[in-house]
């Protein structure tokens, strides 16, 4: 796949275009991080999955014009502009936008504040990494299948009601997190750097927004969306109950409804 490439969920036609932003666990890339609801998703969209810069086949993407990217806010700029190379490469003049977490959801709201007229409705999950920065980098200083296990499990409300699917998913990520060059990539979206790029100003962003997030959440405090929701001009929070972070897993049913009645609004 070559680079900015995005699988195109089946169909067309008149279909709106709909662009998921995976989140940014390690080890994580788009296949995986929608295969829960990419088939769902699929019939009411022409959805495209790109792996965001720094993961999946985007590992060694994570160059800016003068070195190497740092900070939170950098990275969430590429990625705005690595999604805007997309829609200029598939002719699209706006989309929907589906962003999870803090690589997704931050992307997203990079990409509302730099080209506002390319996207008509957004879905944000789990605080869209508006929240403070981990207190140390996740997973890498033990690397180990048993380790990236664990760090999967807190991203559901019940691990034991998905023991099957955190199985699965824990080698190929911990596979993908190993690759050359994905700890450093990792490392630096977490480094707290003073200058780059300015934090995007909610105040300003016009463009219609769902936030979504579960009411179990271990990785991110309810509150972050909260916030979130408040700042933004059109803002929406909806809290699902018996979700986890990832709330497309532990409630794929109920979460694709709040994205097709949203996004069909």
């Known amino acids: 796949m070559s680079q900015d490439a995005a699988p ?12 998921l932003l995976h989140g940014g666990g390690p080890g994580v890339d788009a296949t995986s991080n929608w295969a829960t609801v990419r088939t769902r998703l699929a019939a009411g969209f022409r959805y495209f999955a790109p792996d965001l810069l720094g993961f999946g ?4 993407a994570g160059e800016a ?6 900070g ?11 999604v805007l190379r997309l829609l200029d490469r598939e002719g699209l003049e706006s989309v929907h936008v589906l962003g999870n977490s803090a690589a997704g959801g931050a992307a997203a709201l990079a990409l509302m504040a730099e080209a506002p ?17 981990p207190p140390a980098v996740p997973f890498y200083d033990r690397p180990t299948e048993q380790s990236m296990r664990a760090a999967l499990s807190r991203l559901v409300a019940d691990e034991d ?12 990520r911990l596979e993908q997190a190993l690759r050359p060059g994905a700890e450093a990539a990792f490392r630096s979206m977490f480094t707290d750097v003073a200058d780059g790029p300015s934090p995007v100003d909610l105040s300003m962003v ?13 990785v991110s405090a309810v ?23 990832w709330i497309h897993v532990d409630r794929p049913d109920e979460f694709c409804a709040l994205v097709e009645e949203f996004l069909s609004t």
């Open 8 to 19: 195109s969920g089946a169909g067309t036609g008149r279909k709106p275009a709909l662009v």
């Open 57 to 60: 086949t985007q590992i060694a």
């Open 65 to 70: 014009g003068d070195g190497p990217l740092q």
């Open 72 to 82: 939170p806010r950098a990275w969430a700029q590429a990625r705005a502009r690595q």
């Open 117 to 133: 007229d390319r996207v008509e409705r957004a879905v944000l999950m789990g605080g869209a990494g508006t929240g403070p920065l």
């Open 161 to 172: 009601a998905h023991a099957e699917l955190l199985d699965s998913l824990a080698p190929l």
């Open 206 to 218: 016009r463009t219609p927004v769902l936030a979504l997030h579960g009411a179990c959440d271990r």
């Open 223 to 245: 509150g972050v969306s909260e916030r979130l929701a408040d700042a933004l001009p059109h803002g929406h929070l909806k809290v699902v109950p018996g979700a986890g972070h």
